[in-house]
């Protein structure tokens, strides 16, 4: 396999994305730009903080339309997950519109915080790939106060105070709204079903 492309969109955890691929034996190759994603195999667009200025980067790097073409299976993960959507109530912000909807802000209710941070279950509502060899109902780390709505792209959901998009895919496009690189061995399991085995 060639190198995975990771893309540099200023997210802090660009470096624990990097050093949880590379415990699986990955190759990675960092991209700030379109032409970083020439000759790889998967793109993996990570991201935490505010959506108006995750796509303020990538726009900066020239990399809207490149990942908006990809050929090639992408992962979003957290924030790159978000973005992958029509857009977001987080600024009101225009995203890349590979899957459909619109990704909005959680309700603080009796009992319920925001933002979600912490471990919480994942709820299966369809079979993929990414989730071959997840247990039922294993539980992964969150950190957001946007989410993305069920619908017919979502693979896992998560119930925070109502139900929303944990795992979503939509052929080569799929995203974790969780951090796998933080999730021990539920999240080294979907980096690893990503790389081996992607969605198309």
């Not at 299976?73 to 790159?80: A, E, N, R, T």
């Not at 509502?125 to 069920?150: I, Q």
Request: charged share 15%; with cysteine.
């Amino acid at each position: 396999m060639s190198e995975v492309a990771l893309i540099d969109a200023g997210g802090a955890n660009l470096g624990s994305v990097r050093y949880a691929l590379e415990r699986l034996g990955v190759q990675v190759r960092l991209v700030r730009d379109a032409k970083g994603l020439q000759g790889v195999s998967r793109v993996i667009l990570p991201g935490v903080g505010a959506a108006p200025h995750g796509m303020a980067r990538l726009h900066a790097q020239d990399l809207v339309q490149p990942l908006r073409e990809l050929q090639v299976p992408l992962l979003g993960i957290c924030l790159g997950m978000q973005l992958l959507f029509e857009g977001s109530e987080e600024g009101h912000v225009e995203c890349l519109g590979l899957l459909p909807g619109v990704v909005r802000h959680l309700h603080p209710a009796t009992g319920i915080r925001v933002p979600h941070m912490g471990w919480n279950r994942l709820l299966p509502l369809r079979e993929s790939t990414l989730l071959a060899g997840v247990p039922e109902r294993a539980s992964a780390y969150f950190v957001h106060s946007y989410a993305a709505p069920l619908g017919e792209h979502t693979v896992a959901a998560c119930d925070h105070g109502g139900l929303f998009a944990a795992v979503v895919q939509r052929g080569r496009h799929s995203g974790a709204q969780f951090h796998p690189e933080r999730s021990a061995a539920t999240g080294a399991r979907i980096l690893q079903n990503f790389i081996e085995n992607p969605p198309t």
